[in-house]
């Protein structure tokens, strides 16, 4: 018997040259070889705290729009673990790239950040939780590949790589099985909520997350130049 493929892996196929472009953007090409700048990195790094906040709100919303305690409960622990745990990690990440808690809070946020969120946040309040799934998995599911590419490909720098701790963070279990257990709430989501029927309306928005994804890298290599 032939295994059914994932929600997710229907939605990346409709969309494989802006998946591989997000995936092995130049700046992530640029961490795995170590030759991406620090100003694009550091830049990239302030961007990311914003993100982290309005990933949260995110999450926040997933529980508003649940309607079984089940996924309540799961949102507002992925909630907490961010606000709680992973903003803390992110927070002293910085700190060792010069970067202090004082310039994170008073960064501005950059209009390739404000359309990605926006749009995240948008997408969940005026849909119901698969809407909301599909367009966070280009970021939750993208980041495990990329971090997998990364740790396996033939051009990674492995020694004085500056973002080999970014790579291993990535590349690691833990956030490996972040990435399985979204690709699997996905599935139980698109059952649920009637995936197959609107496939076509949830793929477009998926591909425009993948899209701002993209953006997002852009907005980083930029910064460095």
């Known amino acids: 018997m032939i295994d059914r493929p994932t929600f997710f892996h229907r939605l990346k196929e409709t969309c494989p040259d802006t998946w591989e472009a997000y995936t092995h953007h130049p700046f992530v090409a640029g961490l795995g070889n170590g030759t991406l700048s620090k100003a694009s990195f550091c830049y990239y790094l302030k961007q990311d705290y ?36 992973e903003m803390k990690l992110h927070i002293d990440y910085c700190k060792e790239w010069g970067i202090t808690e004082t310039v994170l809070a008073n960064t501005k946020e950059a209009p390739a950040n404000l359309a990605y969120t926006r749009f995240v946040l948008e997408r969940g309040m005026v849909g119901d939780l698969l809407d909301l799934q599909v367009v966070l998995l280009p970021c939750i599911v993208g980041y495990a590949e990329i971090g997998s590419w990364l740790a396996e490909g033939l051009s990674t720098q492995r020694l004085n790589n500056p973002y080999k701790r970014w790579i291993d963070m990535y590349s ?21 909520y009637g995936g197959d029927t609107r496939f076509d309306a949830l793929a477009a928005n998926f591909q425009i997350a993948t899209q701002l994804e993209i953006n997002f890298w852009q907005m980083g290599l930029g910064a460095g130049k």
């Open 172 to 192: 690691g279990e833990e956030y490996q099985a972040i990435g399985q257990a979204a690709i699997k709430k996905l599935d139980d989501l698109a059952m649920r």
């Open 50 to 85: 914003i993100f982290l906040i309005h990933f949260s709100r995110a999450h926040a919303l997933a529980a508003f729009k649940a309607d079984r305690i089940e996924d309540i409960r799961d949102a507002a622990a992925t909630v907490s673990a961010l606000a709680n745990y």
